[in-house]
């Protein structure tokens, strides 16, 4: 970066001239005086999506303020203080007792530091970084770090799942006790069930943690997730792929959801993944993991793993709505789009109108198939009239695997055949849990505020 | 040294501080040390919601009132320099889980961390700007909120949002100018409910409300001065009629610091009153901190190479299981050594309270371990509440320790065993900071006058960009239209009561309770005598309010109505507590209640020769004779006839 770029930092139009014309520059230490007062303090960065009237000053307090540029009259520099970030390194300590365990990266920020020019927060990944953030992780295992890509969860796509499966696969090819990946969350469920069929009986646990509160943050959520995927990933007898993240917004536990039953359900709780239409695997803690049910993959010796990479990128998940019109369908097909899975009303149903429009994709050679936006529950479609016509018409119910879920599997199975047949074999053919033969009461728990016998509950439990 | 008796050793040290009590004390004793104190001054705005959230503002649980309750721990985070604050660090080592109790009402998931923030409340920063240019602030082009961390807990997210509105102010004091240094407008943290061993907990209904900090520069010289700042501030605020009142609503935190000390800062007082006391006593406090330095810089070469001696203490020994009967079964305990420290821990460091006890806030504080948490070789009778043991305990200690009887000090520590390796790096930490003098550190007030230990005292690199909000501007239009509509200044208010020759002793309640607006009202539209008018709410409304709020909408309302039907201001004394006390009774009910019926002056005179007749005592005492009369009178005078007038009236009947 040039001397002359670097100067901007974030300043345009304006308020880089002004800074220009009295010869100063971020860091700089200076005493500005304007027709409000007389300000003194730091020149720092500004967001490049802020306005260009404005300056940025951090007071010796600690504060920053912003000063109008219309109001400068002097600026007179007295000295600069460039700041360094750095997250305290320190050599992660290795002994050869400990489980080995990799952290495989893409983006999520679990410790970080700010970045001044976006406001936003610039992870640490080193072990060292790490050890330097969360230091109880060296209680837990020897670490080595890798960072296959650094993007935001909501670009993370097919050629990262790819990319990440055949990660895994190296991995556990290497001896590793088990494997943990940082990733963001808004996606984490639908990577998670994408590497839940690319990775396919793991000898080790695959852990995806992430943090939904920013690490920057004092009670963050991300230490004690990181710990307790660590924790899942080291000494776990589940070796699944696994989402692990709070159990509850209290700091009390973690739970582990299966790859392919799990959903980000709030847009900013700690406790935002749920396993749906099923109880989770397990719950863990700093103490270790403490399993729910016993119908899991056991942690085995060998180095043996299906690894499963294919991915045909040309389908599409269609959330219906009524008054849905045929062209949304009709534009998918004359788009070369090769499946289609749609997320219907109540058992599975959508209305007449749409009809010719799947007629004309299903000859098309498109394959349909139909899930619940209701998100729990089991696609029906033998209970009502609407039901049996979509069949008819070729479109395929998926039992109880989630929207999402069944997007990534028709993504895979499309990536490994063209034959429509043999593609709703692997459909509806269970794998790992995406579908399960049973619901159990407990599958579903949305408890509904201000009911006396729940509200006496929610006292007695931390939330 | 450890030939003296800890309580004469006691008395010399107090004398060896030059302590004197706070009534002796003169602006002389101040100066002389060089004390000097700034504010921080919290006022809570009256807004109907809160800062960052739409709960409503203002509505406060009690401890055990919660619907649920959630728990956190704190981890520091780097500052935008990449640095760890001090406090930061200290609290993660406390290692506290946190439990807040949450209700439905006042809390939502923003107040939990568990929803970004809404834009702030602009009817908060619409008064802070007001408050701001009452200051004399510059305000600033654009607020940037920041967050500032408290790992303590009290703020559930682990950080407080705060932002500056504006800078270099200054108030007038009676004989000097004191600068302020910014004002900023912050969210209310939570409220304490206990705070024991590992665990604290708090509630959440003040959490989140709008705040406004004035911060002074240390231009108060003694501790009246302090006091007199932070009132001024104090009525500043409550002249908008725009910031809440009552208990917990407004709190200072007030910094002292003497010639060679350190800045301290007290936190949370919530008495202005008290304010004297405190600085007072902190003040003494340095002084004998900075004499503990120069006694130890005269026994201690080299500060680095000193450490202190540490020896478990053995249950199963029937010895030790002597000196050890009173702490509990399940403690641990360890005898420790402070090599050339003999006579320091019975050192005075201000009224019941010497150096050991800042050894002990500590292990409260930072390892966690209750009080009584240990007891010391020169620990007295009557002081604080550690244990007393008898000397051939400490004799047997000694030896276990190998110390010098008469160089070393000696002190015996307990508590769970996790906690103990923290509690013996903290005495280190602590002794070690006395060869420096006087720590930087936060202390909480206590209602005898005397502060303990709170925390490290925060710095800078706890401040960091808030990157869930965006920078807000501030307009001069918005500023124009704010100054437009500035209630007069506190120092004009004084001036303008004294011209009226209001009584002093009025005036602070008139500032107070914010009722200089309807007394110029009612002196100025309603032309009433001002001494009246400032007696009417300086004595009759008080005496019905005592220090509670008051509705200056009903008082001018009631005059209002006394001046519409022509009746005399007389009858306000009796109006206007019937009025503030049934604040939404019709002014006929009011005349009812009290027993108003109109009456001539003509009618009224005509009873005087008949009440004559009736008079019991000595008619040639004509003093005693009027007085009866205007008794007699008054009631149904009054509201028809001045009082004044018509005792002119008597006057001249009588003759």
Known sequence: MSDAQDAQNGYHGVSLATLRRFGVDVWSDVEIETSRGAFRGIILPRSEFDDSTHLVLKLKTGYNIGIEIRTITAIVELGK??????????????????????????????????DYRTGAVIPAFSPGELYGAVPELADICNLTTEKLFAVFSENMGPQEYITLAKAVGAEIEAGVDGIVIGHGTDTMHHTASALAFMVQTPPVPVVMVGSQRSSDRPSSDAALNLIYAMTTAATSDIAEVMVCMFGSTS??????????????????????????????????????????????????????VGIHPFFEERISLLYYYPNMHPDIIDSLVDNGYKGIVIAGTGLGHVNKSIYPAIERAVSAGVAIYMTVQTLWGYVHMFVYDTGRDLMAKGVIPTENMLPEVAYIKLGWALGQTDDLDRVQEIMLTAICSEITEREPHDGYLVFQGGMPEIEEFLKKVNR | MSNTAPSSNYEQTRRLVRYVSREEATAETYRQMGFRCGLEVHQQLKTKKKLFCRCPAGIYQDGDDYDTQLIRHMRPTLSEFGEYDGTALMEFRTKKTITYRIKRET????????????????????????????????????????????????????FQRTAIVGIAGEIPLSNKTVRIIQLSIEEDSCREVSDIGHERIYTTGRLGMPLIETVTDPDMLNPDEAAEAAHHIRYLGRSTGKVNVGIGAARQDVNVSIAGGTRVEIKGVQHIRSIPELTHN?????????????????????????????????RDDPESSKTLATIPSDHHAVAVNLPKFAGLLSFFTGPGRSFADEISDRLKVIACIEKPNMTHSEAMEQMSMMPVLSDDRWDRLQSLLASSPSEDAQLLLWGPPADIPTALETIEERCRWAFDGVPNETRKALPDGTTIFERVLPGPDRMYPDTDSAPISIAEEMIA??????????????????????????????????LFPPLRTMIEENKLDPVFAASLLGHTVRNIAGDREVDSERILWTVGSVGDRDLQADLLRILLPLSLTRPTASFDHLLAAARY????????????PALCAQFNGKRSDARKLRNWLMGRLRTDALGNIALSHLSQKVEEALQ
């Open chain 2, 597 to 608: 019926s109109p009456c001539t002056e003509a009618a009224l005179l005509a009873r005087i």
């Open chain 2, 107 to 158: 809390a939502c998931t923003y107040d939990i961390d568990d929803t970004p923030p809404f834009p702030l409340n602009r009817e908060a920063l619409t008064i802070a700007i007001e408050i701001a240019l009452l200051l004399k602030t510059g305000i600033v082009g654009e607020l940037h909120i920041t967050r500032k961390q408290y790992l303590d807990g009290s703020i559930p997210g682990g």
């Open chain 1, 251 to 304: 700091d009390e536990y973690g739970l582990l959801h299966r790859g392919t039953r799990v959903r980000k359900m709030h847009s900013s709780y700690r406790s935002t993944f749920r396993t749906i239409g099923d109880i989770p695997l397990a719950a863990v803690t700093r103490a270790g993991v403490r399993p729910f049910r016993s119908d899991y993959n056991r942690r085995r010796d060998d180095r043996e």
């Open chain 1, 81 to 114: 203080t460039e700041a360094h970030y750095k997250i305290p390194e320190k050599d992660f300590p290795v002994s050869p007792e400990k489980p080995s365990v990799t952290l495989l990266g893409t983006g999520g920020t679990i410790a970080s530091r700010l």
């Open chain 2, 481 to 514: 239209q704010i100054r437009a509509d500035l209630p007069m200044p506190i120092a004009d208010c004084s001036k303008m009561l004294a011209t009226w020759g209001v009584p002093d002793d009025i005036h602070l309640y008139i500032l107070r309770r914010n």
């Open chain 2, 282 to 314: 902190e003040a003494f406090r340095q002084q004998a901190l900075l004499k503990i330095r120069k006694q130890l810089s005269e026994r201690i070469n080299d500060p680095a190479e000193w450490k202190i001696q540490a020896v478990d203490i053995d």
